[in-house]
């Protein structure tokens, strides 16, 4: 479990904006545009290229969400819905899946959101040349085609009955970057990141913040509703939690090992504490070679 506490004030601004899994989410209330809040993060994020960092920590990933899109999302019920992707099918064994996407779209530099973005952004990571630590977590997909400029096919080496629900969470693997991006910035693209999602990278001071502003050519259009989202890495529990007494930042991250924190949250008045229970996996991968 974990719990995300910030001023009552900003509460639902936060849900709203939809951090992490539920960036977008339908709000069940009125919304007012503008507005930013201050984010306090356990960990300094060290970049977003895959390449470069392999996969993302907790920190990154929300930071991700907010950058790139996934082609699917969970809704509250835990269920796939489209997002960069519109639709999906898959054959009777399971082993292929169709993706077709949202037309339209592009990655903040300007450049097109379309199949064959998504099938770069796959065959880089797989590519054994490049050494990435991220190609663990796609080793059970065989290859990704982009037979037209809307259509993308996952090829499975077995069969996976849940593949849309496994895109759905923000990792290295499953946001999708611009190609031209990275091979264009190099190794400068690491803490230049470009995706399509609602927010994009204003700037990064490295040890003190990140400043993300609104993408105002984003493809759903009215959202998001803030303006500017600054991460501030606090590793220390206490100074992450000290920084949400005093105002330094709106809204942090705790969970069960900071328990003594969420306590004190609870019992006072001027916070509030939202708790989630989610499914996920402690994963620990072993080289055998």
């Avoid at 709203?16 to 009125?30: D, H, K």
């Avoid at 300094?44 to 470069?52: M, Q």
């Avoid at 993300?212 to 600054?230: F, Q, S, T």
Wanted: glycine share 6%; proline share 6%; charged share 20%.
């Amino acid at each position: 479990m974990k719990a995300a506490i910030c001023s009552r004030a900003l509460a639902r601004i936060f849900l709203v904006a939809g951090f992490a899994a539920a960036l977008l989410a339908a709000p069940a209330f009125a919304q007012k545009q503008g507005g930013s809040i201050t984010v306090g993060q356990e960990l300094d994020i060290s970049g977003f290229d895959p390449l470069k960092v392999g996969v993302y920590d907790t920190s990154a990933n929300t930071a991700a969400a907010a950058i790139f899109d996934t082609l699917v999302t969970l809704d509250d019920k835990g269920q796939p819905q489209p997002k960069l992707a519109l639709s999906w099918t898959h054959s009777e064994d399971y082993k292929t899946w169709t993706f077709k996407l949202r037309p339209g779209v592009k990655f903040h530099d300007g450049t097109p959101f379309n199949a064959q973005a998504v099938k770069e952004n796959f065959d880089r990571q797989k590519d054994p040349a490049n050494k990435c630590r991220c190609a663990f977590y796609i080793a059970y997909i065989n290859n990704v085609r982009a037979p037209d400029e809307l259509t993308v096919v996952y090829n499975l080496n077995d069969p996976q009955v849940n593949l849309p629900a496994l895109m759905t969470n923000p990792s290295s693997n499953n946001v999708v970057h611009s190609p031209t991006a990275w091979k264009t910035r190099g190794d400068d693209y690491n803490r230049n990141p470009v995706g399509t999602g609602p927010y994009i990278l204003k700037s990064w001071t490295a040890g003190d913040r990140i400043v993300l502003e609104k993408n105002a050519d984003y493809w759903n259009k009215g959202r998001p509703y803030l303006d500017r989202i600054v991460l501030k890495p606090l590793p220390d529990a206490q100074s992450r939690f000290a920084s949400l007494q005093s105002g330094e930042a709106d809204i942090v991250w705790d969970d069960e090992a900071d328990a003594d924190n969420i306590q004190r949250a609870q019992k006072d008045p001027k916070l509030t504490v939202h708790t989630y229970v989610g499914s996920g996996a402690a994963v620990n991968a072993i080289n055998t070679k």
